[in-house]
Nanobody, 120 residues
Framework: HVQLVESGGGSVQAGGSLRLSCLYN?????MGWFRQAPGSGREGVAA????????IYADSVEGRFTISQDSAKNTLCLQMDSLRPEDTGVYYC??????????????????WGQGTQVTV
């Protein structure tokens, strides 16, 4: 049974920081963070290809967010700095079943966490 458990969400003032963590018991070659703002669809925020460390970011978070993975702790992290009101939403961690590469293509992401709320 695959489990992804996010933590670290909360309320923060604009300009502040939060660090999200996702504890997992199953990893894939690619893992990512997505978010869903109120009244909007889900969008990819950051993803990492664990085979080589390549990362991708949504344009809106480039330079402010950093995705990382600690294999010893089975944890995927998202450091979020310089937060803006438009970063508000539910953040989900997900595991892709893609064999290679890193994308935000949701059909590749087979396993999802329950989400953690971020309010800016």
């Amino acid at each position: 049974h695959v489990q992804l458990v996010e933590s670290g969400g909360g309320s923060v003032q604009a300009g502040g920081s939060l660090r999200l963590s996702c504890l997992y018991n199953h990893r894939g070659n690619c893992m990512g963070w997505f978010r869903q703002a109120p009244g909007s669809g889900r969008e990819g925020v950051a993803a990492i290809y664990l085979g080589g460390g390549r990362t991708i970011y949504a344009d809106s978070v480039e330079g402010r967010f950093t995705i990382s993975q600690d294999s010893a702790k089975n944890t995927l992290c998202l450091q979020m700095d310089s937060l803006r009101p438009e970063d508000t939403g539910v953040y989900y961690c997900a595991v892709s079943r893609a064999i290679a590469g890193v994308t935000f293509w949701e059909p590749d992401y087979k396993y999802w966490g329950q989400g953690t709320q971020v309010t800016v």
